[in-house]
């Protein structure tokens, strides 16, 4: 494992390169499709050209030979020389002798013999043959193969295979732009339920290497700061513990019992409220290590430990299974915070939890007094209590909803309070499936 602030360049590897999604796998499937019809299809193309190359060198013999043949056996012998000198092209030589000039002959009369004597021959080759016209009279022909397009399809091919290697170079180039792009989205959603997560690696361009040391050392600041905060807050704790327990020994020496009484019931709530500040200071620390975890699982054993104590409540899962990667006992206290509102506040209280879509829901239903839907959004702010509950016997220090929406969305999920018809909250949880 690198440690932070060294440069490692990742090795190639065929599966860094591969979409995560369908759509982007199809996309690479087509595309890697057409660059090898295109490196295959000029080899096919040279194949078969070739075949037709040769029938066409053929046909053409066979009627130049043919036709000049033609015009010779009805001409003079002046004619003849004059005829085979026109005849002649850059690709074509015919000459008149008096013996045959290639080994390749046939007489006049027997001309069908041409034929298989082409089929022998290779397009790519000369063919030379010496006709008999006459006695001690030869028309000698020798054919050259015109130029073949070889040679540009060579061109063309190599053209293709750099406009493939230039894709992939791009693509490769994207890559490098792209991956560490999305790494930098998991440590910032990461960030939000560990507070020390592994450094990023370092690689890439110098912009990217750049961003993600500047990613590291954000991290580490974040992570120092609240550290400091939480450290602060447990030495004001400790420090005024001590005076709240000086008065509580005063308190209870005092004469008249009844403000005395009062005075520790005070105390106590203020003792109460430093250790839920606490509790709140180290729940945003994160200092539980993440795992894998079942919300199924333990919502029900939530609830089943809630009617072992006597009250209403019951659970119903409509998964089996409900996995997800949390800090276990900050979801459990979320959840158990949640459920012991619902009882403290109603009589019968409703359980659920099942999948919708890409996410888990639990839904937690009461027969209480619910909330004024003018306090539903303020009750999550820290230290804030409705006017119901501030007395000290009902209410607490405000922080409850507050830590369990923190916890909440440390975990990517999200809580919405609902009133019901005619009376009763619901309490709506989701989580995105990992």
Avoid at 18 to 26: A, F, H, W
Avoid at 159 to 164: H, L, N, R, S
Avoid at 194 to 211: A, C, F
Wanted: glycine content about 4%; hydrophobic content about 45%; charged content about 25%.
């Amino acid at each position: 494992m690198p440690k932070q602030g060294e440069t490692t360049e990742n090795p190639f590897l065929l599966k860094r390169f591969m979409p995560e999604r369908l759509t982007g796998k199809l996309v690479l499937l087509v595309f890697a499709g057409l660059i090898l019809l295109n490196l295959v299809l000029p080899f096919m193309y040279t194949a078969y050209s070739r075949h037709d190359q040769r029938l066409a060198f053929r046909e053409e013999i066979a009627n130049q030979i043919v036709n000049t043949m033609h015009l010779m056996e009805v001409s003079t012998p002046q004619e003849q020389t004059r005829i085979a000198s026109v005849s002649s092209a850059p690709n074509l030589m015919v000459a008149i002798s008096t013996t045959p000039l290639w080994k390749t002959q046939v007489h006049n009369n027997s001309m069908w013999e041409l034929n298989r004597k082409l089929e022998k021959s290779d397009a790519n080759d000369y063919f030379r043959v010496s006709i008999q016209l006459a006695e001690k009279t030869w028309v000698n022909f020798r054919f050259e193969p015109k130029g073949s397009t070889l040679g540009f399809q060579l061109v063309m091919l190599a053209f293709e295979t750099f406009i493939a290697l230039w894709l992939l170079f791009f693509v490769w180039q994207v890559e490098r732009f792209t991956k560490p792009l999305k790494a930098f989205k998991r440590a910032a959603e990461q960030l939000g339920i560990d507070l020390k997560p592994m450094p990023l690696l370092e690689y890439g361009p110098p912009i990217v290497r750049e961003t993600a040391d500047a990613m590291n050392q954000m991290q580490k600041r974040i992570t120092d700061l609240i550290a400091d905060r939480t450290r602060m807050l447990a030495a004001i704790s400790h420090d005024l513990r001590t005076p709240i327990t000086r008065m509580k020994l005063r308190a209870q020496l005092m004469d008249d019992k009844t403000i005395a009484c009062d005075q520790i019931q005070d105390l106590d709530e203020m003792e109460a409220m430093i250790a839920q500040i606490l509790a709140f200071a180290k729940d945003a620390a994160n200092v539980e290590a993440v795992t894998t975890l079942d919300l199924s699982a333990l919502i029900v054993a939530l609830c089943d430990e809630k009617a072992e104590q006597g009250h209403d409540i019951s659970c119903q899962a409509d998964i089996s299974r409900a996995l997800i990667q949390g800090r276990p006992l900050a979801l459990k206290r979320a959840l158990n915070n949640l459920l012991n509102n619902a009882v403290k506040y109603a009589k019968t209280v409703r359980v659920s939890i099942r999948k919708i879509e890409q996410q888990y829901e639990i839904v937690i239903e009461d027969d209480g007094p619910g909330i004024p839907e003018s306090e539903l959004d303020k009750v999550f702010t820290p230290f804030y209590r409705i006017d119901s509950s501030r007395n000290s016997k009902t209410g607490g220090s405000g922080l409850g909803l507050a830590i369990v929406q923190d916890i909440v969305r440390a975990h990517r999920g999200a809580i919405v309070l609902k009133n019901k018809a005619p009376n009763g909250l619901m309490v709506q949880l989701l989580f995105e499936i990992e």
